[in-house]
């Protein structure tokens, strides 16, 4: 028999592969069984079809694979907003919400503005802001055509005017100036050894790694960010829980003012960001 409650006593064999193996099951089983997971525990003794069970499955095996949740089911959810995921792009993470905080945070009082979001994958940062800030034109670019159509597909399904997805290697095809510039680029150094461990395995190498001990890609968008920065716009830059003092360096060596580092929920060190130097300095 494979009613609803025995599949869900499988939890425990994802135990190897995930940090969360009870979530991951009542997710496939919602997502095959087309429901949502509070019914998974109102009708526990439904028993799955045979088309349900063909879904089920597979998807239980190759997340025993280690494979990430959102890559098989194609979808996850950032800032509540569910969005479609697939292996052209890195998977949302939660502590990328710091970013989108932060910079709610600096557009507070200005209903009306321009943001643009570097190196958008899925689209989460630059339609997470956009849910907050109608009022606000939002750009969202990257260098891959797979990325920029998923974006796309995204900003589509939520019905956001207000952004527009533009393929960009950072700021070549980008033009105009903005209040606020935010990025989540790669940062990891190519001999990480957490780059073979987890869902990173299943990740685009591209946008995960960066040259000059994962600190490459900050260089270039500092270097360039002023010249499409408002006078008083701000440059924010997600980085790893090791960087900060590094990318504070980059960001005062490029001139920017206030610049500081903010920490993540979990208290590591997750955003650097500065306002935009002064003309001509």
């Known amino acids: 028999m494979h009613r609803v409650d025995q599949l869900l ?6 135990v190897p ?8 099951v009542e997710l496939l089983l919602a997502w095959a069984l087309n429901k949502d997971r509070t019914w998974l525990y109102t009708w ?23 494979e990430p949740l959102a890559h098989i089911i194609g979808q996850r959810e950032f800032w509540s907003l569910p969005l479609q995921v697939n292996s ?20 507070e009082s200005k209903p009306e503005g321009n943001a643009l979001d570097l190196g958008t994958g899925t689209g989460a940062i630059a339609l997470a802001f956009a849910s907050e800030r109608p009022g606000w034109r939002v750009v969202a670019v990257d260098a891959s055509p797979e990325a920029v159509q998923l974006a796309e597909r995204n900003r589509t399904q939520l019905g956001f005017d207000h952004v527009t997805c533009i393929q960009s290697d950072w700021f070549e095809r980008v033009s105009g100036v903005f209040d606020l510039i935010l990025s989540n680029p790669p940062y990891i150094a190519d001999n990480d050894p957490h780059l073979n461990q987890g869902d990173v395995r299943f990740e685009p190498r591209s946008a995960l790694v960066a040259e000059n001990d994962g600190l490459g890609e900050f260089h270039r968008i500092v270097q360039a960010a002023p010249e499409y920065l408002t006078a008083e716009g ?48």
């Open 88 to 107: 052209s792009t890195l998977i949302p993470r939660p502590d990328t919400e710091r970013l989108v905080e932060l910079a709610l945070g600096l557009s």
């Open 44 to 66: 526990p003794e439904t028993e799955l079809t045979p088309a349900q069970l063909a879904e089920f499955e597979p998807a239980f095996s190759r997340r025993l694979n280690g």
């Open 9 to 14: 006593r499988r939890a425990p064999e994802l």
């Open 17 to 24: 592969v995930s940090d969360s193996p009870r979530l991951d």
């Open 234 to 281: 701000w440059l924010l830059l997600e980085h790893g829980w090791t960087q900060g003092e590094a990318v504070r360096s980059i960001f005062e060596a490029r001139g920017f003012q206030k610049v500081r580092t903010e920490q993540d929920l979990g208290g590591n060190d997750r955003v650097t960001l500065g306002q935009a130097p002064t003309r001509g300095g």
